[in-house]
């Protein structure tokens, strides 16, 4: 199973270029598309799940273009979008029947079975008759999840998967994707939190302003940081000037001020101590990057 994306550039009414030749190739297994808002993932995934079409470039899934084969290609995707939503006043086994129906799958004993299954799949099994309103926002997510699984896609595309949800149930939700890399899929999930894809993803590709910046494992990434993550000391009042120097990770409150954690090439004006090196760090390093370019460009 793979996806193969060529020079694919979007541009909306207006003028505003959302991706400039993108290329990137995804297989089996979990991908992470990671960027800040405005990046252009979404209008990635969106022309993926054949819910846009692209201004030029092509994209090829096993061997047969999307543009030719719109159709057979929509079979096998399943979306979950950033704003999934469901009927509030229809319980959770009943929302996932019209959406089998809506897939095609005619017999009453065949749906009820399948929604049995990913209902148990995704741990919801114990909530299938309660409304959709009612559901926790980790609940509605695996709901979510559970909609696009119906109907066995080989592709699973999933868009901010986290956004909202507390500590546990962010965990829970990864775990879920995980599992689901056990059978031959892509899973494509899209987001601008780290964490969500750091233990999960084999691969990952960084969009910054419609463009590729970096593709290929994340341990890849974290290497190319290493030597440019530093700790550092700095009193209260010398906090917005180090923030206005250097990207700044993370800042803990000590007794004489604070100790920071930034990433830069060089710490010239204090003493400093290089620490080893994590994909948020990484991340924050290639984003820097990438607008220092901009601005000199």
Avoid at 208 to 225: Q, W, Y
Avoid at 277 to 287: G, I, K, T
Wanted: glycine share 10%.
């Amino acid at each position: 199973m793979n996806i193969e994306i060529r020079d694919l550039t979007m541009q909306y009414p207006g003028g505003k270029l959302a991706l400039k030749g993108v290329s990137l190739d995804v297989g089996s297994g979990m991908f992470g598309l990671l960027g800040p808002n405005g990046a252009g993932k979404t209008s990635l995934i969106r022309i993926l799940a054949t819910l846009l079409k692209p201004t030029s470039g092509s994209i090829r899934i096993d061997g047969l273009d999307l543009e030719t084969h719109r159709k057979q290609i929509r079979k096998q995707i399943g979306y979950l979008p950033q704003e999934f939503t469901s009927f509030p006043k229809l319980t959770a086994r009943e929302f996932l029947d019209y959406v089998a129906r809506l897939k095609g799958i005619r017999s009453r004993k065949a749906r009820t079975s399948l929604i049995d299954t990913v209902l148990e799949n995704v741990g919801l099994s114990g909530a299938r008759d309660r409304r959709a309103d009612k559901l926790s926002g980790g609940m509605k997510r695996r709901l979510g999840i559970a909609q696009s699984l119906i109907g066995g896609p080989r592709i699973m595309i999933i868009d901010e998967p986290t956004t909202g949800l507390d500590p546990e149930e962010r965990v829970r939700f990864r775990n879920l994707l995980s599992d689901l890399t056990r059978e031959e899929k892509i899973i494509l999930l899209s987001t601008h939190i780290v964490g969500d894809i750091s233990s999960t993803c084999a691969r990952i590709a960084l969009l910054d302003e419609g463009r590729v910046v970096f593709s290929g494992p994340p341990g890849e990434l974290v290497e190319r940081t290493r030597g440019k993550v530093w700790n550092v000391t700095a009193l209260p009042e010398e906090m917005d000037a180090v923030k206005l120097r250097y990207p700044v990770v993370s800042s803990v409150p000590s007794v004489t001020g604070y100790e920071l954690r930034l990433v830069a090439d060089s710490v010239a004006d204090r003493p400093a101590a290089t620490v080893e090196p994590n994909l948020e760090d990484a991340y924050v390093y290639f984003m820097d990057s990438a607008e220092r370019r901009a601005a000199e460009a």
